[in-house]
């Protein structure tokens, strides 16, 4: 079966950590490009951080530059994203993306 499963969302305090897993199942993660993205309540799905397939070469949001890093685990097929330094704008639900494919979501939610 196809599919991705995502984890590692919660209530983190201003300037603080989480890492968000993406565990696919039913192809490779190396073989398709693959993206975080987030929508806020009331707010358009936004692109957070891609990966590309070919060269690994990654892109990110602005507004997340420098706090956000993607990864890749081809060993456990599984995506990452290292959110540091959070921010009470970051609140939001996260989803994984592989070509048309994508997770149901996890809830970020940055709070003091």
């Known amino acids: 079966q196809v599919q991705l499963v995502e984890s590692g969302g919660g209530l983190v305090q201003p300037g603080g950590s989480l890492r968000l897993s993406c565990l696919a199942s039913?192809?490779?993660?190396?073989?398709?490009?693959m993206s975080w993205y987030r929508q806020a309540p009331g707010k358009e799905r936004e692109l957070v951080a891609r990966?590309?397939?070919?060269?690994?070469?990654?892109e990110y949001a602005e507004s997340v530059k420098g706090r956000f890093t993607i990864s890749r685990d081809n060993a456990n097929n599984t995506l990452y994203l290292q959110m540091t330094n959070l921010k009470p704008e970051d609140t939001a639900v996260y989803y994984c993306?592989?070509?048309?494919?994508w997770g149901q979501g996890v809830q970020v939610t940055v709070s003091s």
């Open positions: 993306k592989a070509s048309t494919l």
């Open positions: 039913g192809f490779i993660v190396s073989s398709v490009p």
């Open positions: 990966k590309l397939r070919r060269d690994g070469s990654t």
